[in-house]
């Protein structure tokens, strides 16, 4: 059987959530009358201390939701360049939304305050307004840095100071709190709006969570109307990603410690391979480019080994653990890239 580390949205769903998708309880969602949806959105709420919440299909439904209901036409949104809603979302940004992104320099995850103020546009009437400064926890889907509290409320301020609303796509946020140790409530405190996946390292099969005050909501569920997201009987979903959040968040610090068994593991083959340093939740990147292999040669060898990996760069491969992965497949995986690398 193939051992998969191209991501944890590979992930399946459990057999407790398989049981709880066949009993759910459903009614017509687009209703408003659908049971396990509201408890899910309840639940979620108030596990991050915003007003509601609401179910969407996806990630990436529920960032262009929260954009288009924090912007209007022409906005522009201040993002990292590595995001996910700047680089992996069909230019949905521009073609849906109809916002101009602004991208950005990170360095760890971080911006530098000098580079996001000057990136804020002064008011005119040449300009387009600077409406949305986007974060990501954890950021940079490639490398999963978690982006403590503190460094969120100093970035966040920086915007408010300049009237604009503060957006967090949180698709792997349940791993930035557990890397940071921290509350959900306070990585979600000093943003107007953020999103959550089910998908990754909670293993739910579809889904992915919006949530800010009610009247941001109340806006969303309408834009999620219009893009064709509304549902029916969605508490066949909605049950799964219940299950995925009362069960599956506590053992997400297995998941960390194989990634970094797996940077140890591949650091002692050659350390040039990883910098450990970088490795904080479940992402393993890896740089085969001083040992003069590409990217393709290694995932098709290692693919003749039963293992998957993402390429992400011609020298460097993504490897991120997760509910599939344990510890003897990191080892696996460690020794079949020893064998390749030979
Ligand atoms: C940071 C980030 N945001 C958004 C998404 C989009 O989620 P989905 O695949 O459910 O659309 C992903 C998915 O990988 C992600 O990693």
Request: proline fraction near 4%; charged fraction near 25%.
């Given at each position: 059987?193939?051992?998969?580390?191209?991501?944890?949205?590979?992930?399946?769903?459990?057999?407790?959530?398989?049981?709880?998708?066949?009993?759910?309880?459903?009614?017509d969602d687009i209703l408003g009358?659908?049971?396990?949806v509201?408890?899910?959105e309840?639940?979620?709420?108030?596990?991050?201390?915003?007003?509601a919440a609401l179910l969407t299909v996806s990630g990436t439904m529920a960032n262009q939701i929260a954009i288009m209901a924090l912007t209007q036409l022409g906005d522009?949104?201040?993002?990292?360049?590595?995001?996910?809603?700047?680089?992996?979302e069909v230019g949905a940004l521009a073609a849906l939304s109809c916002v101009?992104?602004?991208?950005?320099?990170?360095?760890?995850?971080?911006?530098?305050?000098?580079?996001?103020?000057?990136?804020?546009?002064?008011?005119?009437?040449?300009?387009?307004?600077?409406?949305?400064?986007?974060?990501?926890?954890?950021?940079?889907?490639?490398?999963?840095?978690?982006?403590?509290?503190?460094?969120?409320?100093?970035?966040?301020?920086?915007?408010?100071?300049?009237?604009?609303?503060?957006y967090?796509?949180?698709?792997?946020?349940?791993?930035?709190?557990?890397?940071?140790?921290?509350?959900?409530?306070?990585?979600?405190?000093?943003?107007?709006a953020?999103q959550?996946?089910?998908?990754?390292?909670?293993?739910?099969?579809?889904?992915s969570?919006l949530?800010g005050?009610?009247d941001f909501i109340d806006k969303a569920r309408w834009i999620k109307q219009r893009i064709g997201g509304g549902m029916r009987?969605a508490?066949?979903?909605?049950?799964?990603?219940?299950?995925?959040?009362?069960?599956?968040?506590?053992?997400?610090?297995?998941?960390?410690?194989?990634?970094?068994?797996?940077?140890?593991?591949?650091?002692?083959?050659?350390?040039?391979?990883?910098?450990?340093?970088?490795?904080?939740?479940?992402?393993?990147?890896?740089?085969?480019?001083?040992?003069?292999?590409?990217?393709?040669?290694?995932?098709?060898?290692?693919?003749?080994?039963?293992?998957?990996?993402?390429?992400?760069?011609?020298?460097?491969?993504?490897?991120?653990?997760?509910?599939?992965?344990?510890?003897?497949?990191?080892?696996?995986?460690?020794?079949?890239?020893?064998?390749?690398?030979?």
């Amino acid at each position: 059987m193939f051992k998969d580390f191209r991501s944890d949205t590979v992930t399946q769903a459990t057999p407790e959530m398989r049981k709880a998708m066949m009993e759910a309880e459903v009614g017509d969602d687009i209703l408003g009358e659908d049971p396990t949806v509201k408890k899910l959105e309840a639940l979620s709420a108030a596990m991050f201390g915003k007003e509601a919440a609401l179910l969407t299909v996806s990630g990436t439904m529920a960032n262009q939701i929260a954009i288009m209901a924090l912007t209007q036409l022409g906005d522009e949104i201040i993002l990292g360049e590595e995001t996910h809603m700047y680089n992996l979302e069909v230019g949905a940004l521009a073609a849906l939304s109809c916002v101009q992104a602004r991208p950005i320099p990170s360095r760890m995850g971080r911006f530098d305050t000098s580079d996001v103020k000057k990136a804020i546009r002064p008011r005119g009437i040449q300009a387009p307004i600077s409406r949305v400064l986007c974060l990501e926890n954890t950021y940079d889907l490639n490398r999963g840095y978690p982006l403590p509290p503190e460094y969120q409320t100093e970035i966040a301020q920086l915007a408010r100071n300049n009237s604009m609303s503060v957006y967090l796509d949180g698709a792997r946020i349940f791993n930035a709190a557990e890397a940071l140790k921290c509350d959900l409530k306070e990585l979600a405190k000093d943003v107007d709006a953020l999103q959550f996946c089910l998908t990754k390292g909670l293993a739910a099969p579809f889904g992915s969570m919006l949530l800010g005050s009610q009247d941001f909501i109340d806006k969303a569920r309408w834009i999620k109307q219009r893009i064709g997201g509304g549902m029916r009987q969605a508490g066949h979903m909605a049950a799964a990603g219940i299950v995925a959040l009362e069960t599956m968040r506590d053992r997400l610090h297995e998941d960390h410690a194989n990634a970094l068994r797996l940077a140890n593991a591949l650091a002692a083959i050659d350390e040039r391979l990883v910098t450990i340093n970088q490795v904080k939740t479940n992402v393993v990147q890896i740089d085969f480019e001083q040992l003069g292999k590409e990217s393709g040669f290694i995932t098709e060898a290692l693919l003749k080994q039963q293992i998957k990996v993402k390429p992400i760069g011609p020298y460097a491969c993504r490897m991120i653990t997760h509910w599939g992965i344990t510890a003897e497949d990191v080892d696996y995986a460690a020794a079949a890239i020893q064998k390749v690398l030979k």
